[in-house]
């Protein structure tokens, strides 16, 4: 699985960075423009500890940033669950704000909390938040009435139990869902960095733009690409330990 | 009396055409009955509607005890994150203990209690799910083809250890085998096509309890009689 995501990451890398070379030596660009690959590898070398650290910095926001807004929207998905009128008012109120891009709002985060990491926090959970919540608010909101069934019968079913055997029928979706807002968590902690933050690789790819350094650009581009595979990566594992533990692997290889 | 249809009228929500047509029908002795009828006619939404699933109909249905009306078909399953023999016992009242390990031994699901329900094969499935309805407490419970998939022998087993071991419950058994119907239950709930007046007529069936030798002649007269009904 790490193979694999860390591969799928360097041959995509590696074909952006040559089409650029091939940019470069093709219409004779200077260095200043797209740096040559030597240039690349001096950067590198220079820069590479101050910006793992940066890396470092922005992942572990975007990590918190994530679980917030997987927290945040179980609870609002489960609220929202049921066909009542809070409900329907939470599924409307989701479907309209996720289609308004929730980026443009960071400017007044930063107005109002300042260029710290609450800024950044909130920017990276606020990002990732929506499209888990309406991923969420479907399968929690979807019964599956060959297993309910028999629970409302019998007048056993609760809300702890309805959740429960939803969430496990869909468990496959749920870490899909929550693998691939990993990456939207970790855009928005750097998207936000990159808006007024003071730290993190989003604040380094700021200063390496108003230097016109692309080389920087394209050091920051590999940590970051790495990292996150990391993350995603440890995100697929835990979703294996968690589907092997609840049994759900047994049941899908029947 | 458990349980009395009048002049119940239906369609479905999203279409034009009648269901059901001013029908009637009753149970009024415990035992093992049937509900029989092409497929198509409504006999699983007629089901529904006593169990109080559906509303929305035309008419009146009373019941002695809404809550003691169960339920089963064949598409349910048991939740997978657990064995078998863990949800059984978990569904299963303490007083009905006993019981749990009788249904297990009768309807032969010993081998299969630590198996999760993924694994279990069609007609263990529809067996396991059968049980946990018995193990309830409930008045009426509606078995909506729940032995499908079961294998004949097994099938008549089950059917006369039901018989057996909840003489005073009442049953409602949805079958597509008219000699199963024929043979086992007391009264046959026959469902026609809606054209048809009266769309259901009772029937009254061998009500076979395994312990004597059957009626071969009989039990032809019933299955043409069903057969002439519908």
Known sequence: ????????????????????????????????????????????????????????????????????????????????????????????????????????????????????????????????????????????????????????????????????????????????????????AMVGTIVAEFIGADSGIGYSLRIALYQSDMAKVLVALFLIGVFNSLYLVALELLGLVIQKRMGVEQRIQQ | MLLQCRNVTYRYPQ???????????????????????????????????????????????????????????????????????????????????????????????????????SQLSLGQKNRANLTRYLLQDFDLLIMDESLANVDEAIRKQIIVTIKKMFPDKYFLYISHSVAEVATFCARILMLRDIHKSPQLIEVAGRDHHGDTAMDKAALERTMLEIVHAA
């Open chain 1, 1 to 184: 699985m790490l193979h694999k995501r860390i591969s799928q990451f360097l041959i995509i890398y590696f074909l952006g960075l040559g089409l650029l070379l091939a940019i470069k030596y093709c219409f004779g660009l200077s260095d200043y423009v797209i740096p040559g690959f030597t240039d690349i590898k001096n950067t590198a070398a220079a820069v590479a500890a101050g910006y793992l650290r940066a890396v470092l910095d922005t992942l572990g926001v975007a990590v918190i940033g994530h679980l917030l807004a997987i927290a945040l929207a179980t609870v609002v998905a489960i609220v929202g669950r049921p066909d009542n009128l809070l409900g329907t008012m939470i599924k409307t109120a989701a479907y309209n704000l996720q289609a308004y891009p929730i980026v443009a709002v960071a400017p007044i985060i930063f107005i109002l909390l300042g260029d710290g990491l609450p800024s950044r926090l909130l920017i990276a959970a606020i990002i990732c938040y929506f499209p888990l919540l309406l991923s969420f608010i479907g399968i929690l909101g979807e019964p599956v009435a060959s297993i309910e069934h028999f629970y409302v019968m019998t007048g056993r079913m609760r809300w702890q139990l309805e959740v429960k055997i939803r969430a496990f029928e869909n468990m496959h979706k749920l870490i899909t869902v929550v693998t691939g807002s990993a990456t939207l």
């Open chain 2, 15 to 117: 279409g034009d055409a009648l269901v059901f047509n001013d029908l009637n029908c009753r149970l009024a002795d415990p035992g093992f009955h049937g509900l029989f009828g092409p497929s198509g006619v409504g006999k699983s939404t007629l089901a529904r509607i006593i169990a109080g699933e559906i509303n929305g109909f035309a008419g009146e249905i009373k019941r002695r005890d809404r809550a003691g009306i169960l339920y089963s078909c064949n598409t349910e399953r048991l939740p997978g994150w657990s064995s078998v023999g863990d949800h059984l016992t978990k569904v299963t009242p303490a007083a009905h203990l006993p019981l749990l390990q009788e249904l297990i031994r009768a309807f032969d699901l010993g081998s299969c209690i630590d198996s999760r329900f």
